[in-house]
């Protein structure tokens, strides 16, 4: 429970550090994809349902740290021998689908954006944008089936 309350405090105090996240760019890669594997075991540990915060950190943490983990991630996925690339993009896509589904929409479009213009340099999160991409289709389709009047129409036969 101590464990827990105290990963949510950090969570909070990481997701606010907007000073570090501006700066972060002109950092060295080389030392810098240390701070982005700190988000990366956020994104895991939010993902996984191991650390719980509310809508508002999980969606500071993304508008904060989101860009300079996409910045760090090909650094990160050669420099570090230790690192499970498909444990992280799934953290992330959890994460992300964790938000309301505008903000999910936000943000998955602008990493699809990114991706077909990086591939590799950016992480693949297309799992993620395949469950949003169902819900906000079917749940748009779903609501037009519903507000749909029914119609019933009679058929007439006619005796030649």
Not at 26 to 45: M, N, Y
């Amino acid at each position: 429970m101590i464990d827990r309350q105290i990963a949510e405090e950090f969570l909070k105090t990481w997701a606010s550090q907007s000073e570090l996240s501006d700066v972060h760019s002109k950092i060295p890669a080389v030392h810098r994809h240390e701070i982005s594997r700190v988000t990366a075991r956020l994104f895991v540990g939010i993902g996984k349902g191991q650390l719980l915060a509310s809508k508002e950190a999980r969606c500071l943490l993304l508008q904060t740290w989101l860009v300079p983990f996409y910045d760090d991630f090909c650094w990160m996925r050669r420099g570090s021998k230790g690192l499970d690339r498909h444990l992280i993009e799934d953290g992330l896509s959890n994460t992300i689908l964790t938000l309301p589904l505008a903000w999910q929409q936000d943000i998955l479009l602008a990493w699809f954006d990114r991706f077909l213009n990086s591939g590799e340099d950016c992480p693949n999160i297309q799992r993620g944008f395949e469950v949003w991409w169902r819900r906000a289709f079917w749940r748009r389709s779903g609501e037009q089936e519903r507000r749909r009047p029914i119609r019933i129409t009679t058929a007439t036969i006619e005796n030649s």
